[in-house]
T-cell receptor
Framework: KQEVTQIPAALSVPEGENLVLNCSFTDSAIYNLQWFRQDPGKGLTSLLLIQSSQREQTSGRLNASLDKSSGRSTLYIAASQPGDSATYLCAVSLSYNTDKLIFGTGTRLQVFP | EAGVTQFPSHSVIEKGQTVTLRCDPISGHDNLYWYRRVMGKEIKFLLHFVKESKQDESGMPNNRFLAERTGGTYSTLKVQPAELEDSGVYFC????????????FGNGTRLTVT
């Protein structure tokens, strides 16, 4: 059974810091991995999607890496800003013919001025 | 383009009552999903529609939950009768096509069963 774990559960940093959020999964046979952002009372916004054949994806100040063999992904946020404060979730898709995402419990990030 | 719309945004009902949640996906999105997050746990998959057909309903917890998608447009999720453990946030998401295209989530319906 696939399990997804995110560490840390919460993180508070001053503005400007570079930070890393971690995601690990128990079964390396994944199709893709996605990172989402959730603001309070809002839905999830897809940030980055990494296919199983890829090693990383970048979007602006965000960089996500994937090491499928070790069951790990990291989300790197450069030069953090207060607007980055949100809950970050990672989720894995198990195969090409299913859309069932397995989510981690998320990392709640607060960036203070 | 309008995003995924869910209503109501909040619902408070008593145990034993019936509640119906509605989701309007992005126009043209054939794929529609229901997920839920209960009591601070991780978000879990409930089911997946492709147009009006249920592609995967393996995440539906029991037969008190009934999902429909009439005409392949909006979807409803009915809980009857509601139990305390059904409290949580119910999310709907939609996607246009390929599995590697991003999911678009609604803001969710917060359900409280008292």
């Amino acid at each position: 059974k696939q399990e997804v774990t995110q560490i840390p559960a919460a993180l508070s940093v001053p503005e400007g810091e570079n930070l890393v959020l971690n995601c690990s999964f128990t079964d390396s046979a994944i199709y893709n991995l996605q990172w989402f952002r959730q603001d309070p009372g809002k839905g999830l916004t897809s940030l980055l999607l990494i296919q199983s054949s890829q090693r990383e994806q970048t979007s602006g100040r965000l960089n996500a890496s994937l090491d499928k063999s070790s069951g790990r992904s990291t989300l790197y946020i450069a030069a953090s800003q207060p607007g980055d404060s949100a809950t970050y979730l990672c989720a894995v898709s198990l195969s090409y013919n299913t859309d069932k995402l397995i989510f981690g419990t998320g990392t709640r990030l607060q960036v203070f001025p | 383009e309008a995003g995924v719309t869910q209503f109501p945004s909040h619902s408070v009902i008593e145990k034993g009552q019936t509640v119906t949640l509605r989701c309007d996906p992005i126009s043209g999105h054939d794929n529609l999903y229901w997920y839920r997050r209960v009591m601070g746990k991780e978000i879990k998959f409930l089911l997946h529609f492709v147009k009006e057909s249920k592609q995967d309903e393996s995440g539906m917890p029991n037969n008190r939950f009934l999902a429909e998608r009439t005409g392949g447009t909006y979807s409803t999720l009915k809980v009857q009768p509601a139990e305390l453990e059904d409290s949580g946030v119910y999310f709907c998401a939609s996607r246009l096509g390929h599995y590697n295209s991003p999911l678009h989530f609604g803001n969710g319906t917060r359900l409280t069963v008292t």
